[in-house]
């Protein structure tokens, strides 16, 4: 005998799935400058000039290798930026990441390319494309990418 | 060039928020079999089965042979192919592929997903680099709130500006019985819905839905005895974008859309889009980039999107109608979404959109945004292809 109606049922489940991801052949180095010096390196490349945060072996435009370093300001202008309110879980950690917080790209003195980080301020009210922001380290610095604690507004301006 | 291609048959389910009736599988055969019964045609019929939706989405991996049972292909060939947001235009873009190839006659393109299986952003997040970018990036709301900031900043459009085009496909999306949200919103509605991320708000962004769509690709010979009105595939063209988010070039219009669409017009003799194209299905995800990207399909002056969204250009009664199905911020089963798209300007150019159809339309563009701001574009149209 078959009833009519069963419940609809889901199942929860989770994977848990530690992996190993290289980093390549350069972007220790920029995080080796980050801890030991506190200073931000780049990778210009030969044929079209264009500097990169984080460095890369290869550059995508021109396909060819990139070995000249240079160093970038821990200055920059802010190109975008966001405040986020809503929760997620965060694949990082596995937990929901904390909000609000604030995140922008940067256009740091010195590179091309822009750099993702988080932003000191979190009231969207008080961010504005266009004004220079700083790298404000961590006391203790471990070697990684969060040896800067966050991007701090320095002063008002137009990039234009 | 390969051979000619036709549309000849669509299908999706009915979107919702969940739908706990149905696994995976029995959504997708839904869709597969509704696309069939379109055509006319069954199982035996199909010679490939092309399938995609998003990585990391409902815990499947292989998609491709975990949903044999439902995408009809036991013992045909079938391919998994997934490019983020792009999946349902790529699906559609490799169906094509095959049929115009010669190797196949008669293809099925599935796109599907259940969005409410797994947290969305979470999923999303790790289409990005995960040392540098992961730890700050927000997702696709966040992403896309990051671009619209910049818009607000580069050519002055406000929260209002952006709101009409949410307020334009809910609007349509009523006449559409397969759309997800089927209920009118205000532009006064979407200013006070929650922040998400500035200065997008709950009613400027998508929804998750759970769905499927399937679309029968055919060669000429066979779509002339399959369909009374075949809807002929004109012209296609992908551009990706960088690794980094942060490498994404970002002057003048959005650039890897203005280029597929420029490839586009001009293999197929377009010269003023605005004039021929009849009905655009736009991937949409968020108000701002509905607004913004406009200037990318090559129709008004950089900036002048607003203009021709607040003068009623975009409306279904207008010159350049933009998503009569309702769009993306109506219905999001994010591996079908760029498929529906297709599937829209398939039924478009057939005659067969029922309540949303624009009158007498012979040339629709439907397209897909996905991952670094890539895209794909499909120009689909009644008459035969030369
Ligand atoms: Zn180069």
Redesign the pocket.
Known sequence: MFRKNYPLLTISSEIELPYNYSLGKYGGRLVTELKQNGRIVGIK?P??D?VYVPPRRV?G??F?EMDEFVEVSNRGILQSFTVVYFSFLDPETGKKRPVPYGYGRIKLDGADSEFLHFLEESDFKKLKIGVTVEAVYNENRVGSFKDIKYFKKVEDGDPS | MGRRVAIVGTGQTYHKSSRKDVNGVELIQEATSRALEDAGLTRKDIDAVVIGNMDHFEGINYVDTWSVDGNGGLYKPVMKVTTGGTTGTTVAIAGYYHVASGLFDTVLAIGWEKNSESDTTAAIITCSDPYWERPTFGGAVAGLAGTACEYMYKYGITERDAALVAVRDRKNALKNPYAHLRKQITVEEVLVSPMLAYPIKLLDICPRTDGACAVIFASEDKAKKIADKPAWIHQVSSRHNYTFLTDIERSGRMPTLYEACMEVYKNAGIRDPLHELDVVEMYTPSSFAGLVWIDALGVCDEGEAVRLVSDGVTEMSGEFPINPSGGVISTNCIGATGLIRVAEAAMQVSGKAGEHQIEGAKLALATGFGGCFWSDVLLIGSPRPN
């Open positions: 490349c044929k079209c264009h550059c435009r021109c060819i």
